[in-house]
């Protein structure tokens, strides 16, 4: 069964750092585009990076662009996500997904397996 664990959430305070992971289980992703998405309450889900296969291609949210860094070691099937200078509007649920293609992908209909996700809250 295929599995993606987010960890690595919190609460912190605005200016500082958090380092997400995405641990994947039950099959290699090695050749997959693996992406970053968060989610508040009553808004839809929103994208926030994206990778390629291999990490030569990355996209990010016009929001965190600058700030966040997304990541990835194949022979640890995981992807990471470097946070920093987290803002209070940074405050989601972030799940990690991947897609069936190698490249990188924006829209939440476009992966097929996701995490159940991990909360980070920013304080002001």
């Known amino acids: 069964q295929v599995q993606l664990v987010e960890s690595g959430g919190g609460f912190v305070q605005a200016g500082n750092s958090l380092r997400l992971s995405c641990a994947a289980s039950g099959r290699s992703f090695a050749n997959n585009g693996m992406g970053w998405f968060r989610q508040v309450p009553g808004k839809e889900r929103e994208f926030v990076a994206g990778?390629?296969?291999?990490?030569?291609?990355?996209m990010y949210a016009d929001s965190v662009k600058g700030r966040f860094t997304i990541s990835r070691d194949n022979a640890k099937n995981t992807v990471y996500l470097q946070m920093n200078s987290l803002k209070p509007g940074d405050t989601a649920v972030y799940r990690c997904?991947?897609?069936?293609?190698?490249?990188?992908?924006?829209?939440?209909?476009?992966?097929?397996?996701w995490g159940r996700g991990t909360q980070v809250t920013v304080s002001s």
């Open positions: 997904a991947a897609t069936s293609v190698s490249g990188v992908l924006i829209q939440a209909w476009q992966y097929d397996d």
């Open positions: 990778i390629s296969w291999n990490g030569d291609d990355t």
